[in-house]
């Protein structure tokens, strides 16, 4: 039987049928389906968790009991877990253990463009990277048999084309792994005290070498011998533009891209004319290859930046572009994404633009704020990253500088949390605003500790952020309603001149999440004839305002404001920021 | 008979309802016996940007996610500027159009700080540049059908009724039924569907 699934939802089904039980993830683009779908199978125990670093912690906890696990992450979450992932390399596991890293090319969704096959050179670990939704499957069923068989984690990289691509992909059953479920007592394997981890390491080498030897002889790592005048070594979604570019070329398809299989890639090196590697972002096995004593055509004639196409290899291949190029008479607007109508982070981000503050930003979608016309977030370097930078501009500026951290609320738990103690254990006085809409928006609105959803929509238990903030020693916490355009203004003026740490916790449910119905309102409208074209709430950056160009005699505006009935919420923050009262309720 | 390859474009703005569109279209051509590949980016580009769904049908060989530029056979536009963005990038002299001419608005338009292209003249770039080009009033006619959301059910049953991929009714039927389990829902969106084969039919025989 053959379905269409994305590359997402063919990772997770092959971890069903490679016998997985337990999987974690925090949601990031472009890996957050996978442990989604996973929570669709009744046979597995599915989390989302607070981040990823902890979400690898559980998931090989799992595994050093015996339980097949996997965990889930985009690239820039491997950074976060990658302290467990480097001595997990050392203490191995019982249980297969799967870590999917999902790539960004071309940035669709996040704030680098790191190559995580890096991490598997310098974490000493197999990688195996599928090329399309059927390979998803089966590589992610591979991946549990070789942890198992070379007792380490396996990684699995996959970039945004693969996760979010479809393509028809075989089905089969389910499978346990033959691994039994038992406390391993073993301190010598799972305690890293130095004396135990010394040994650990000639291992771990010794293990790379005899996956070295595996990958000779692995099928996934395969020669397609075509016309011998043009040979392409590559993988993942790579290989498919390579494939559509040239579909008589000689191909070396590697299935695993680390360890590299020296023998095999000479052997083809050996057997064609002219050597290409297509690879998208690092030249990871160029660079590979020229230690091989190789000299592959490369990065000096595809991108290093960006994602590949078609087209591109094509290029690259043959120097020859092959696209007609029209231009259109008139400019065309790009479009980028904005915050939704009624969105409850719109007021708080005019509020902070009006009082003029520097605002370190943090990861969600009110990083959006940053954009024109709303201009008003200065700072996104990673998730979690804006308190402590606040802090370390109030000590570069001293006490009196005008700068605010904002971060939501998924954020706050995944690593705002621990920034947060520092500022009151060094005394700082920085004020935080932890901009609460009771769910993980940005990626499609899944629970977090806070959100008493759990990843079935089941109620959870939840970590109270008025009393987690307490906790850490803060005394000054205020919960504010963000549509409250005065109020937030107050309480922002007050605690930015406290000279203590303060948190505004800005609550209110997520316009795309069932609690917004109790918030929704109905639509404002503009009076027209009030309205004197002065654009102050266009300035708000709402997709229901619109600007209608008209010059009429005796008027000095240019034009007026419009609302959108279909796509207004009734927020009212549009109402709250017009100089001339010409935004009304309806029944006014 | 089917050509060995058909390259499809399903393009819009974030929130119109592109995957489900090409869902649709997909599971078609799968009923159809056709291999089928999509490429679709998600994440940010749902809050209002520009979405695009490359939707690839082949007999024999498997094909890769991604429409080479220059290789689309076919667009359906969601919305004007963003057909006429995808066809200057993607289109040929071959490539057939159809589209929903109401314009929505980037945010930069909204603000008044650039200007969204004279809607006259984005109709008739795109009829220049295109093999055929036809224009649905979806969003009218979803609205009609009772809701104006549905519009991109509109423009799949435009589309099957243009009979460019060559599917039958039945197989989009079909596909419709098995993705809706809620008896309401799918009347809506059959109802919608059956509007844009009207529509469809209407502006090309105009």
Known sequence: MRKLLSGNEAVARGAWEAGVEVATAYPGTPSTEIVQALAGYPEVNAQWSVNEKVALEVASGAGYAGARSLCAMKHVGLNVASDPLFTLSYTGIQGGLVVVTADDPNLYSSQNEQDNRHYARAAKLPMLEPSDSDEARRFSKTAFALSEKYDCPVLLRLTTRISHGESLTELEERKMGPVLKKFDRNPSKYVMLPGYARPRHPLVEERMNRLKEFAETFPENRIEMGDKKIGIVSSGVAYQYGREAFPDASFLKLGMVWPLPEKLVKKFAGQVEKLFVVEELDPFLEDNLRMMGLDPVGKEVFPLCGELSPELVKQGVSGKGSVREINFDQAIPQRPPILCPGCPHRGVFHILKKLKVFTCGDIGCYTLAAQPPLNALHTCLCMGAGIGQSFGMEKALGKDARVVAVIGDSTFYHSGITALADIVYNRGKGTVLILDNLTTAMTGRQGHPGSGLDIYGQPSPVVELEKLVLGLGVKRVTVVNPYDLPLLEKVIQEEMEADEPSVIIARSACVLIPQFKGVRKKPVRVDREKCDGCKICLQLMCPALTWEAKTEPGKKRKGYARIDPLQCTGCEICLQVCNEAAICREDQ | ?206
């Open chain 2, 1 to 206: 008979m089917t050509p060995d390859l058909i390259n499809l474009i399903v393009c819009g703005v974030g929130g119109q309802g592109n995957i489900l569109a090409s869902q649709i279209v997909a599971g078609a051509g799968i009923k159809k016996g056709l291999r089928v590949a999509i490429g679709e980016t998600y994440g940010a580009s749902q809050r209002g940007g520009s979405v695009m769904s490359h939707i690839r049908f082949s007999t024999a060989f498997p094909v890769g996610p991604l429409i080479p530029k220059g290789e689309a056979d076919l667009i359906v536009g969601f919305e004007p500027l963003e057909t006429l963005r995808v066809l200057l990038e993607y289109g040929n002299d071959t490539t057939k159009v159809v589209f929903n001419p109401r314009p929505n608005y980037p945010i930069s338009v909204l603000s008044g700080d650039s200007k969204y292209p004279d809607l006259e003249l984005i109709f008739t770039q795109i009829k220049n540049l295109a093999a055929v080009s036809v224009v649905v009033e979806a969003t009218e006619l979803a609205k009609q059908a009772g809701n104006h959301l549905a519009q991109n059910l509109v423009m799949v049953g435009a589309l099957a009724a243009s009979n460019w991929l060559d599917f039958s009714l039945e197989l989009f039927h079909q596909a419709i039924s098995e993705l809706f389990s809620d008896p309401e829902k799918r009347d809506l969106n059959l109802r919608a569907f059956n509007a844009g084969i009207k529509g469809f039919q209407q502006a090309a025989n105009k």
